[in-house]
């Protein structure tokens, strides 16, 4: 059984900083792309970060390019989101997510494992 623990997420201020956490079991973690998602009420599940399977390729989307980093420790079998600068804007849940292939996609529909999801809240 697969399972994607995250942590990390809170109550933050405006241009603080998290580091959120996902630790992955049930599979071989280092075969697969790994991504964060984030969702907010009424709107759809949206893309933020993904890294391929060893780490040497990754994604951001616009918003959070030079803020966030993408990083993952294929020993623990573990990914990272570490968020600089954060604004109001990038509250939200976030989703770790586990992904069908070793090279990361930017659809949610490619990633078949994802955790329960962890709370961001960044007040201004």
């Known amino acids: 059984q697969v399972q994607l623990v995250e942590s990390g997420g809170g109550l933050v201020q405006a241009r603080g900083s998290l580091r959120l956490s996902c630790a992955a079991s049930?599979?071989?973690?280092?075969?697969?792309?790994m991504a964060w998602f984030r969702q907010t009420p009424g709107k759809d599940r949206d893309i933020v970060a993904a890294?391929?399977?060893?780490?040497?390729?990754?994604y951001y989307t616009d918003s959070v390019k030079g803020r966030f980093t993408i990083s993952r420790d294929n020993a623990k079998s573990t990914v990272y989101l570490q968020m600089n600068s954060l604004k109001p804007e990038d509250t939200a849940v976030y989703y770790c997510?586990?992904?069908?292939?070793?090279?990361?996609?930017?659809?949610?529909?490619?990633?078949?494992?994802w955790g329960q999801g962890t709370q961001v809240t960044v007040s201004s």
């Open positions: 890294i391929s399977w060893r780490g040497t390729s990754t």
């Open positions: 997510a586990s992904g069908t292939d070793s090279y990361y996609s930017l659809s949610q529909y490619d990633y078949n494992y």
């Open positions: 049930g599979r071989t973690f280092s075969r697969y792309a």
